[in-house]
């Protein structure tokens, strides 16, 4: 085994274990704020803005990964993090529970860049798009883990005991945390930090593509309304996202090595399906989940990809750091609107044109970044 696949899969390993963690308690988020007396609006805001105050963070990791050098140390500080999940379990009141995800979604944000860029930096010869894509693969099958584990206890017991049992697989977390590999880097200048224009424009492509897609917590509260809060269905929509997710990264992270952009310009028309069937049943609403997953799938692979392409090397952190920022930008923005528009009952046309405009945008700045790199 190369020394770029052996760092490809520890990396990948932790981040199946924090996602086993994170993505098995915001399976039951938005079940868990509607049980404690939020609606589809406030549910939308609170997290679409946590999820920017994640991607907010990830300008200040990035840069402190480039001024330090220091990326490991910093992957291992924003996992270690995830001690807020468990907590989530202990609380009683809506506002100590929005909180803490805005705390989780900070950690994140502060280590991802970091982890980027390791990933980059030591794959050795492995290309960026299958690097990306095994690691997205490794990093799903914790993301379906965490919600299956979720289904379980649901079963037996309600929803706070669901945080509670993530404890286990967070210590195993902390133990595997000791064999990240150390990577420290010469500190580099700010002015030698500065991503490329092209970083930027994609990273405007990347806000409207978000912007537009529906995002899975308000599918999950759709799922609460028509199966009833506690649901095991719940989770389960969550966790067909997440295992599609991680076929779909893998897939297009090598369709990307061979043809580039045109693979990622597929994926911005089917970023309007899953609203669709925003008012369905359950069935439809799993369709949804199916294709929300592949849409994740790609951005957590060819766009991550994308950015690498495009970057400076000295810049990498504080260019996932941008593009990482306009993608909260355009979360915070599809909480909030999607949000507003299930709670003031607005028609599913509607809904699906919001989508394709912002979808409309986002490929007119794609088209913008594949000029910039002839």
């Not at 220091?70 to 907590?87: E, W």
């Not at 799903?140 to 669901?162: F, H, K, M, N």
């Not at 310009?265 to 997953?293: E, K, N």
């Not at 993608?327 to 009952?345: E, K, R, S």
């Amino acid at each position: 085994m190369s020394t770029g696949v052996r760092v490809i899969l520890i990396i990948g390993i932790v981040s199946l274990l924090g996602d086993f963690v994170y993505e098995g308690g915001r399976s039951v988020l938005p079940d868990y704020m509607r049980q404690l007396g939020m609606d589809a609006f406030t549910v939308g805001a609170a997290l679409g803005v946590a999820e920017l105050a994640g991607w907010a963070a990830r300008p200040v990791g990035g840069l402190l990964a480039d001024k330090t050098g220091k990326y490991s140390l910093i992957v291992k500080m924003g996992y270690a993090g995830l001690i807020v999940i468990p907590l989530m379990g202990l609380v009683s009141v809506w506002w100590l529970l929005v909180i803490l995800a805005f705390l989780e979604r900070v950690f994140r944000g502060m280590r991802v860049p970091a982890r980027d860029a390791m990933l980059v930096r030591m794959r050795g010869d492995v290309k960026v798009g299958k690097a990306f894509g095994l690691h997205e693969l490794l990093d799903q099958v914790g993301a379906g883990g965490g919600p299956l584990l979720a289904i379980a206890v649901l079963s037996i017991l309600p929803t706070p005991y669901v945080y509670m049992s993530l404890t286990i697989p967070y210590i195993l977390l902390l133990f595997t945390l000791m064999f990240v590999p150390s990577h420290v880097e010469k500190a580099h200048e700010t002015s030698e930090l500065k991503p490329a224009r092209s970083v930027a424009v994609f990273s405007l492509a990347a806000a409207f593509n978000t912007a537009g897609l529906l995002p899975v917590p308000l599918l999950l509260y759709m799922i609460s309304l028509t199966a009833g809060s506690g649901s095991w269905l719940i989770p389960a929509a969550y966790t067909v996202a997440m295992v599609v997710d991680a076929v779909a990264g893998l897939f297009l992270g090598m369709f990307f090595d061979r043809w580039g952009l045109k693979v990622v310009a597929l994926v911005i028309p089917l970023s309007v399906l899953p609203t669709v069937f925003i008012y369905s049943d359950v069935a439809l609403l799993m369709v949804s989940a199916f294709l929300l997953g592949v849409v994740i799938g790609a951005q957590e692979s060819i766009f991550r990809a994308m950015v690498a392409e495009l970057a400076h090397a000295n810049g990498m952190g504080s260019a996932y750091a941008l593009y990482g920022l306009a993608f909260g930008v355009g979360a915070a923005v599809a909480g909030t609107v999607f949000g507003y528009m299930i709670q003031t009952g607005r028609s599913v046309l509607e809904i699906v044109l919001y989508a394709a405009a912002m979808q409309a945008g986002s490929a007119i700045f794609l088209f913008k970044t594949a000029k910039l790199r002839k």
